[in-house]
């Protein structure tokens, strides 16, 4: 990790033991739970999504089986052997790649930072909701993907279809990837702007360009990794939201003048 990216790495994750929402309206204040709390919440929703799940959410899920599927056996060996054929050691793509991993974290502390400066409420959501995602998606559903798949690396050379089930191999799906587009997701679910969605899920789809150019994934591992981080950015951003309407939130309120808390909330 670069040394100027540190601070903000650092701000990132003590916004996770500084922020503090609370479950009930203001006058219950009190019955407060604490942001792990919140993001315990937020992985019992994702866990339990497929018991909530409607025809339509399978019929989804089936669609993208198929989407990877598809990828892996179309795709996967043609674009490892152009990205072969084009890689090199391009300073560009090795520091793009990093938004997959310690500079994701930098973009959400520099969020988390904005907020607490500059009295920006969206802006530490979106630290909030991005860290929580990130723990999620690349810390709880990736790695078991990873562990009960097994698949080889493309430079292991042992093909796209060589797996070793809970042998340690790390091929599927793209971490990197997976961090990178939960990231993108929540950013975009939080702000209108066209221009913001554009480049969020343009700098994730970079990072996993990136990994397939280093010949550490292969295509289908890269969409597996964009649809996780897609989906459960979008699903804990929309689960927040519902749990922050109409209550009452206390946050850090850091500027160079002054240091104390901030009510926030719809009241």
Not at 227 to 249: D, F, P, Y
Request: glycine share 10%.
């Amino acid at each position: 990790m670069k040394p100027n990216f540190i601070p903000l790495f650092l701000q990132s994750l003590s916004a996770g033991a500084l922020l503090f929402s609370l479950s009930q309206p203001a006058q219950a204040a009190d019955a407060a739970p604490t942001y792990p709390q919140l993001v315990v919440d937020d992985i019992k929703h994702v866990v339990i999504a497929p018991s909530r799940w409607e025809k339509q959410e399978w019929q989804n899920l089936g669609l993208a089986t198929l989407a990877v599927a598809g990828t892996a056996a179309v795709v996967d060996r043609p674009w490892r052997d152009g990205m072969r054929r084009h890689s090199g050691t391009s300073t560009f793509i090795r520091d793009v790649e990093r938004f997959g991993a310690e500079y994701s974290f930098g973009v959400l502390g520099g969020f988390y930072l904005a907020g607490a400066v500059w009295n920006n409420d969206k802006a530490t959501t979106v630290a909030q909701d991005g860290l929580a995602a990130s723990l999620i998606a690349s810390g709880i559903v990736t790695p078991a993907l990873k562990y009960a798949t097994g698949r080889s690396r493309p430079r292991e050379n042992a093909g796209i279809a060589h797996s070793r089930p809970f042998s340690g191999a790390a091929s599927f799906p793209s971490g990197h990837t997976t961090q990178a587009f939960a990231v993108a997701s929540v950013i975009s679910a939080h702000y209108d702007e066209t221009w913001v969605t554009y480049s969020s899920y343009g700098v994730a789809g970079l990072v996993g360009l990136a990994r397939t150019y280093h010949d550490a994934h292969f295509a289908s591992d890269i969409l597996a990794g964009a649809l996780i981080g897609t989906l459960v950015g979008q699903s804990i951003v929309a689960h927040n939201q519902q749990r922050r309407s109409g209550k009452v939130a206390l946050i850090p309120d850091i500027a160079p003048d002054r240091l104390g808390v901030r009510l926030t909330g719809n009241f």
